[in-house]
């Protein structure tokens, strides 16, 4: 039983590695080399969250020292961020940070496309928006589609 008691008790430091860093950095190395980048925004977002976890623990490290749980907790929010059945990092982007940082802008629901084309142009940056409007006005945006499938094989290639 004493084996038991001593996984029990250090289970955050044994799973901690894994879930935390190894398998997250495996991850984003696979969203490097993969076409999309709804998974880039995964990662990105995961390891901005993790480095604001990691600066705020090591700022209150005396006050979280005395919090006999505080390890359990962050490796459950750690895993509800990784685990890709939550995709808890995406939710967080979407839900919250993404209304407060505004690099490519927003895309009014008001405007002629659809949702899945204002996807599209809002990860992108205000140059790239403007430059895709004028393609779309000129060729339409079935000819946008052709061109991001054309890159999407391209890259298939490679």
């Given at each position: ?9 250090r ?62 907790m962050?490796?459950l ?82």
């Open positions: 039983m004493g084996i038991l008691a001593v996984i029990a008790k289970l955050d430091a044994l799973l901690g590695p894994g879930v935390m860093l190894l398998y997250p950095l495996y991850a984003s190395l696979r969203a490097i080399e993969s076409p999309s980048t709804l998974d880039d925004q995964q990662w990105l977002t995961y390891w901005i969250i993790y480095s604001f976890i990691t600066l705020f623990e090591l700022s209150c490290y005396k006050v979280l020292a005395w919090l006999p749980f505080w390890a359990y962050k490796l929010f750690c895993m509800w961020l990784v685990l890709p059945m939550f995709h808890g990092a995406a939710y967080i982007y979407e839900k919250h940070i993404r209304r407060y940082v505004k690099i490519g802008g927003y895309v009014s629901p008001s405007s002629n496309y659809t949702a899945d084309q204002r996807k599209v142009l809002q990860m992108m940056s205000l140059d790239a928006r403007k430059s895709v409007s004028q393609y779309v006005e000129k060729h339409g945006w079935e000819a946008v589609e052709r061109a991001i499938k054309a890159a999407e094989k391209e890259t298939k290639k490679r």
